[in-house]
């Protein structure tokens, strides 16, 4: 079996399908009623999101064991029409077990977990599948095995990973015949390690330039043409969100003077220091409230300079070489 997809000039284009800069992440939706999750999921296309995200474990019910939660609130309460389903993309991920076992790799586990998705969400397809966490017991040939059955039979249009390293990543790909086109990642102004690890290489005595991402995530997702999209965005370093003026003055002041500047909220910016990054990142949006995803989804629109988004970094509490 093959490996990572076309290159051209110097880059790969992995594929799949297309995506807006904002993804509407849904794993706090569990416990909303149908109406709630269809004003969610209005604001969402209102303000040009097209992607929404998905994993079969979230809104887990620890007392009956049940699986595809959110999944299942979002197909019922939307009920998406055939036309309507085709204007967007919905990925989930598979892959972690609420059993001693943690994770499932198998290609029965997939390939089933991958079904209940699609009777949960209500639809033929998902867009995109990611293996939610990298399981060191993983065989990448059943894996590959899963995704060529799976895409074979039109349920899923492309894989993804979540939580790989590049080395993952590559070893993964060896075996895929399809291409890997998205890595979804934690990634904030808060929590900003793969980004500021590069600049600290080979810093002596730097705790920042200690390699915790496998060494070059980003770039190396750049190369192979590989979407990455970040979770929890607005996380502040320690928990909290960087948003919180009151817990974080520092970082608060400055999102709120950029915010006047530009005309946005401080959440659209802090949404902002992610898309300004050249690697293409897709904040993913974990909200459930349609306002603030309003809010978040307007940070695309904004580019901020060079100096504002080293000011944002200092102020965050990262040091720069
Ligand atoms: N691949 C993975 O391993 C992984 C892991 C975690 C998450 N995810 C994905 O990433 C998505 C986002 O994650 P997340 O929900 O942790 O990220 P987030 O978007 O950084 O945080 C959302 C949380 O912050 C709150 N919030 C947002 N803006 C706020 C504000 N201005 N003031 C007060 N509270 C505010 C939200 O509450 P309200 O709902 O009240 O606004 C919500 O509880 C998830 O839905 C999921 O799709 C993936």
Redesign the pocket.
């Known amino acids: 079996m093959t490996g990572t997809g076309h290159v051209a000039g110097g880059r790969t284009d992995a594929g799949g399908p297309p995506s807006g800069r904002i993804v509407s992440?849904?794993?706090?939706i569990g416990d909303m009623p149908d109406d709630d999750v269809r004003a969610l999921y209005d604001a969402a296309r209102r303000a040009g999101v097209t992607t929404f995200?998905?994993?079969d474990i979230?809104g887990f019910h620890l007392a009956d064991g049940a699986m595809h939660v959110c999944e299942e609130r979002f197909g019922a309460a939307l009920n998406l029409s055939p036309a309507e389903r085709e204007e967007i993309v919905i990925q989930t991920?598979t892959g972690i077990v609420p059993t001693e076992s943690r994770y499932d790799s198998s290609y029965d586990h997939i390939v089933s977990s991958a079904e209940g998705s699609l009777r949960a969400l209500r639809t033929d397809h998902v867009d995109v599948l990611l293996i939610?966490?990298p399981d060191a017991l993983a065989e990448p040939d059943e894996i590959a095995r899963a995704a060529d059955h799976l895409i074979g039979s039109g349920k899923v249009r492309a894989i993804g990973v979540?939580?790989h390293t590049p080395a993952q990543i590559d070893l993964l790909a060896a075996s895929l015949d399809h291409p890997i086109v998205v890595n979804?990642v934690?990634l904030?102004l808060g929590c900003a390690g793969l980004i500021t690890q590069g600049m600290f290489a080979n810093v002596a005595g730097a705790e920042q330039a200690v390699v915790r991402d496998g060494g070059g995530l980003l770039d190396h997702a750049r190369l192979r043409g590989i979407r990455i999209q970040a979770?929890?965005?607005?996380?502040a370093a320690g928990g909290g969100?960087v948003?919180?003026a009151e817990r974080f003055p520092g970082t608060g002041g400055l999102l709120a003077a950029l915010a006047e500047r530009h005309g946005v909220t401080p959440?659209a910016i802090a949404i902002a220091w992610l898309t300004r990054h050249p690697a293409g990142i897709e904040p993913?949006?974990?909200?459930?409230?349609p306002s603030?995803l309003h809010e978040a989804a307007a940070g695309a629109g904004v580019r901020l300079t060079n100096p504002e988004w080293y000011d944002l970094l200092r102020a965050a509490g990262h040091d720069i070489p």
């Not at 979770?231 to 996380?235: A, K, T, Y």
Request: aromatic share 6%.
């Open positions: 992440g849904l794993m706090r995200d998905h994993a979230y991920k939610h966490r979540s939580n979804q934690q904030s979770w929890s965005p607005l996380q969100l948003v919180d959440t993913v949006v974990g909200t459930t409230s603030r």
